[in-house]
């Protein structure tokens, strides 16, 4: 078994040191979280990790994933000098993965060392567990939630059985309508996504997930749904468990970290 774990994370900038600063107190849960993440993942030892963001670029009828050598984070938009952190790529793993998914699921290659924060954030967060990691960061396809899955599906059938230790992580924040300036519709509504999205996760229910209705996709401001339906859809043949270790929106942004718990 070679995917040896499996989490979904938000990653608002405000988590980040230079940028959140006095604003990561009213985030503390969520950093506490990351930081129980990152133990589970130092001892999962991995080789790899295959980010899954929407702020990778969708492919109109294919899958991009992001190929260098080296990569570093960006945090320049958000005003943030100093950060300036860098992973390996993960070479061997995504020839294999391209090979893999063939025709039927086509990965298209492109090269973009900068990291976009979707990525970014995460790693930096999982501090020294993600530091060695060689990483791979893959976006999704366009508008096509059904072939998503499918492609979630196959690419835990790809990670088991190829040779190395390779962990999947899930890149995406929840409901942004959460807030108290809020019309109260588009709270109700932000909410409404946050309950049913988890727990549709916390039942493995793909279905479910493929089924929410399109305004709680649509008029929430999510960036999270493909995450948690590619990620839930790769690990569906392992016996386990989904674990939740933190969900608050103190900005009122839907953040919430999640585990996949092995139970062999
Ligand atoms: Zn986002």
């Known amino acids: 078994m070679a995917l040896v774990f499996a989490g979904l994370v938000p990653h608002s900038p405000l988590l980040a040191p230079n940028i959140g600063r006095e604003h990561r107190q009213l985030l503390a849960k969520t950093l506490k979280a990351f930081e129980e993440l990152s133990d589970v993942l130092a001892k999962a030892q991995p080789e790899a990790m295959i980010i899954v963001s929407s702020h990778v670029d969708s492919g109109y009828n294919w899958w991009n994933a992001n190929v260098a050598l080296d990569y570093h984070a960006d945090l320049s938009p958000f005003g943030d000098l100093l950060t300036n952190n860098s992973w390996p790529g993960a070479l061997k793993l995504v020839i294999d993965l391209e ?12 090269s973009q060392p900068t990291l976009d924060y979707g990525t970014s954030i995460p790693l930096l967060l999982l501090g020294a567990a993600a530091q060695k990691l060689k990483i791979l960061p893959v976006g999704y396809i366009n508008n096509q939630p059904e072939r998503q899955a499918v492609f979630g599906h196959k690419l835990g059938e790809f990670l088991r059985q190829w040779p190395g230790r390779v962990a999947l992580l899930g890149s995406g924040d929840l409901a942004h309508t959460l807030g108290s300036d809020q019309p109260s519709k ?9 309950q049913e999205l988890q727990k549709a996760l916390e039942q493995n229910d793909e279905a479910a997930m493929l089924n929410m209705p399109q305004d709680l996709l649509n008029k929430t401001g999510q960036c999270a749904w493909l995450a948690y339906l590619t990620v839930n859809a790769a690990i569906a043949e392992q016996p386990g468990q989904w674990r939740n270790l933190v969900y608050e929106s103190p900005f009122g942004v839907g953040s919430a970290i999640w585990h996949w718990q092995t139970s062999s």
């Open 186 to 194: 588009a709270q109700a509504r932000g909410h409404k996504f946050d």
């Open 99 to 110: 090979d893999y998914l063939g025709l039927d699921l086509p990965l298209r290659l492109y």
